[in-house]
């Protein structure tokens, strides 16, 4: 059975950290283009980080660029997003999604993946 597992989110202070894990089962993530997205209340989910399959390259958002990092553990099946200097507008959802093609250059683009995990909640407030 596929399954991806989100987990590390919680309540937070601006200016703190947080890492969020993207467990997979069913499947091999190295294999395949992985992307972070986020969905805040009454907004559209919108693309954070993804990490290619084909040659490692990672992309992200304007918004996170400097303050958040995606990587992979292949040996646990697992991509993280750590997240750093944390601010109010980063509160949301974050859910992490796989494009089951193989060899692919990860996008920011919800049409790009075809497997998304349930999400983890992350709220930023003092």
């Known amino acids: 059975q596929l399954q991806l597992v989100e987990s590390g989110g919680g309540l937070v202070q601006p200016g703190g950290s947080l890492r969020l894990s993207c467990a997979a089962s069913?499947?091999?993530?190295?294999?395949?283009?992985i992307g972070w997205f986020r969905q805040a209340p009454g907004k559209e989910r919108e693309g954070v980080s993804c990490?290619?399959?084909?040659?490692?390259?990672?992309y992200y958002a304007d918004s996170v660029k400097g303050r958040f990092t995606i990587s992979r553990d292949n040996a646990k099946n697992t991509v993280y997003l750590q997240m750093n200097n944390l601010k109010p507008e980063d509160t949301a959802v974050y859910y992490c999604?796989?494009?089951?093609?193989?060899?692919?250059?990860?996008?920011?683009?919800?049409?790009?993946?075809?497997?998304w995990g349930q999400g983890t909640q992350v709220t930023v407030s003092s």
């Open positions: 990490t290619s399959s084909s040659d490692g390259t990672a």
């Open positions: 999604a796989v494009d089951r093609r193989l060899s692919r250059i990860c996008a920011l683009l919800r049409n790009e993946y075809d497997y």
């Open positions: 069913g499947f091999t993530l190295h294999y395949y283009a």
